[in-house]
């Protein structure tokens, strides 16, 4: 049985990763946020560009982040395994590093994103923009295109 999704606005989860917090299993991220548009993206871009997100990644196993405006965003080291990111925009952004194992990635826009070394086993791919994407050493198996 599926996990009963805890709603989190936008707003509120720009406010926790930047006081450090970045557990959130089994979110549903308000659908449509403008994140990369919002007057506090650049502070929150900074602590996770300074922060250890080898040893202390963002974690977003089971969520659902849909419609999501996030061009440009820095989330190596993300673990999102069964996140679901379907229509998000991306584009720019810094995955490396990333899983997103049986992630449902339709329609996501990557063009010009860096997702090097990062994990897609069983991700779905369909009718995504992966125009000039970076996927060396990245792991692309039974991942449907």
Same mark, same amino acid.
């Given at each position: 049985? *599926?996990?009963?999704?805890?709603?989190?606005?936008?707003?509120?989860?720009?406010?926790?990763?930047? +006081?450090?917090?970045?557990?959130?299993?089994?979110?549903?991220?308000?659908?449509? /946020?403008?994140? !990369?548009?919002?007057?506090? @993206?650049?502070?929150?871009?900074? !602590?996770?560009?300074?922060?250890? $997100?080898? =040893? +202390?990644?963002?974690?977003? =196993?089971? +969520?659902?982040?849909? =419609?999501?405006? *996030?061009?440009?965003?820095?989330?190596? @080291?993300?673990? *999102?395994? =069964?996140?679901?990111?379907?229509?998000?925009? $991306?584009?720019? *952004?810094?995955?490396?590093?990333? !899983? /997103?194992?049986?992630?449902?990635?339709?329609?996501?826009?990557?063009? /010009?994103?860096?997702?090097?070394?990062?994990?897609?086993?069983?991700?779905?791919?369909?009718?995504?923009?992966?125009?000039?994407? +970076?996927?060396?050493?990245?792991?692309?198996?039974?991942?449907? @295109?």
């Amino acid at each position: 049985m *599926a996990e009963k999704l805890i709603f989190v606005k936008g707003e509120e989860f720009i406010k926790k990763i930047i +006081s450090g917090e970045r557990n959130f299993f089994n979110i549903e991220l308000e659908e449509g /946020f403008d994140l !990369c548009g919002h007057e506090n @993206f650049n502070e929150m871009q900074d !602590c996770l560009k300074n922060g250890d $997100l080898k =040893n +202390s990644p963002l974690i977003l =196993n089971g +969520s659902k982040l849909r =419609n999501l405006d *996030a061009d440009g965003i820095y989330l190596s @080291f993300l673990e *999102a395994k =069964n996140v679901n990111m379907k229509h998000t925009a $991306l584009m720019g *952004a810094d995955l490396s590093k990333s !899983c /997103f194992e049986n992630a449902d990635m339709r329609y996501v826009r990557l063009s /010009f994103a860096k997702l090097t070394d990062a994990n897609f086993k069983n991700a779905d791919f369909r009718l995504a923009d992966l125009n000039m994407v +970076s996927l060396k050493g990245a792991l692309v198996t039974v991942t449907n @295109f």
